[in-house]
């Protein structure tokens, strides 16, 4: 196969144009409009200060991942990252609510599930992986 070299700038820019981006939902990743505290996913600066149970309060439906620290509020688990799976918008808690959670660090790695009975999120306790 004969290798061809692009130099007309539309076919260029419609290229660019058709790639996937962290900014375009349409092209297949999460829309620049799922972030929290000014970033796209959750990270170390926005969410050592945010339990993983208020995860869903900040967050719409899709996969960010979180981090946890010694300053998180009534946190046991130590160190680490979560990654947050949810079902449903914003602060949801209807029963079409279902969050799963991933926790690795410090020698750890953890799981549990979470639903929504219409009044708040019921969350299962954190098994080992």
Same mark, same amino acid.
């Given at each position: 196969?004969? &290798?061809?070299?692009?130099?007309?700038? #539309?076919? =260029?820019?419609?290229?660019?144009?058709?790639?996937?981006? *962290?900014? #375009?939902?349409?092209?297949?990743?999460?829309? $620049?409009?799922? &972030?929290?505290?000014?970033?796209?996913?959750?990270? *170390?600066a926005a %969410?050592?200060?945010?339990?993983?149970?208020?995860?869903?309060?900040?967050? &719409?439906?899709? =996969?960010?991942i979180g981090?946890?620290?010694?300053?998180?509020p009534n946190?046991?688990?130590?160190?680490?990252?979560?990654?947050?799976? +949810?079902?449903?918008?914003?602060? $949801?808690? %209807?029963? $079409? +609510?279902?969050? /799963? +959670?991933?926790?690795?660090?410090?020698?750890?790695?953890? /799981?549990?599930?979470?639903?929504? #009975?219409?009044?708040?999120? =019921?969350?299962?306790?954190? &098994?080992?992986?």
């Amino acid at each position: 196969m004969d &290798k061809i070299s692009i130099t007309d700038v #539309n076919v =260029i820019e419609l290229l660019r144009e058709s790639l996937p981006t *962290a900014t #375009n939902e349409k092209k297949g990743l999460l829309s $620049s409009d799922n &972030k929290v505290m000014g970033g796209l996913l959750l990270n *170390a600066a926005a %969410t050592h200060s945010i339990h993983p149970n208020d995860y869903y309060l900040y967050t &719409k439906e899709g =996969i960010m991942i979180g981090i946890t620290s010694y300053i998180t509020p009534n946190w046991t688990l130590g160190g680490g990252c979560v990654i947050h799976c +949810q079902r449903d918008t914003i602060g $949801s808690v %209807t029963t $079409s +609510q279902m969050i /799963f +959670q991933l926790f690795f660090g410090e020698d750890k790695i953890k /799981f549990r599930y979470g639903y929504g #009975n219409k009044t708040e999120i =019921i969350w299962r306790e954190w &098994k080992d992986l």
